[in-house]
Nanobody, 127 residues
Framework: QVQLVESGGGLVQAGGSLRLTCAASGSTFSSYVTAWFRQAPGKEREFVAAIGWSGISTYYAGSVKGRFTLSRDNAKNTAYLQMNSLKPEDTAVYYC????????????????????WGQGTQVTVSS
């Protein structure tokens, strides 16, 4: 099993940038597909981005494509979500999630397909 810990959230003005980090432990990180989801108050959890175990394949939600970049460093057991041109509507708790690559042949935007979750990190974008 893998344990995930997010960090890097905070308060930023619209147009600014943040980099979120997902640190993994407990298992071989390169065996897992990694994704980010977010949940704003009163809203459903929504998909943000996913990255394949090797880092070659990525998949983004339309609302963040071109502004967010997901990458990973398997040697450091870490995934990074670089968020640029932030908007107030990006305000949410951001969660890192993982699924073993044997269970996910195609990157998925469905939360229920990810078995492992971090505790979340708050991102607040002021207008």
């Amino acid at each position: 099993q893998v344990q995930l810990v997010e960090s890097g959230g905070g308060l930023v003005q619209a147009g600014g940038s943040l980099r979120l980090t997902c640190a993994a432990s407990g298992s071989t990180f390169s065996s897992y597909v990694t994704a980010w989801f977010r949940q704003a108050p009163g809203k459903e959890r929504e998909f943000v981005a996913a990255i394949g175990w090797s880092g070659i394949s990525t998949y983004y939600a339309g609302s963040v494509k071109g502004r967010f970049t997901l990458s990973r460093d398997n040697a450091k057991n870490t995934a990074y979500l670089q968020m640029n041109s932030l908007k107030p509507e990006d305000t949410a708790v951001y969660y890192c999630a993982a699924a073993h690559r044997a269970t996910m042949s195609v990157l998925s935007a469905t939360a229920s397909q990810y078995n492992y979750w971090g505790q979340g990190t708050q991102v607040t974008v002021s207008s």
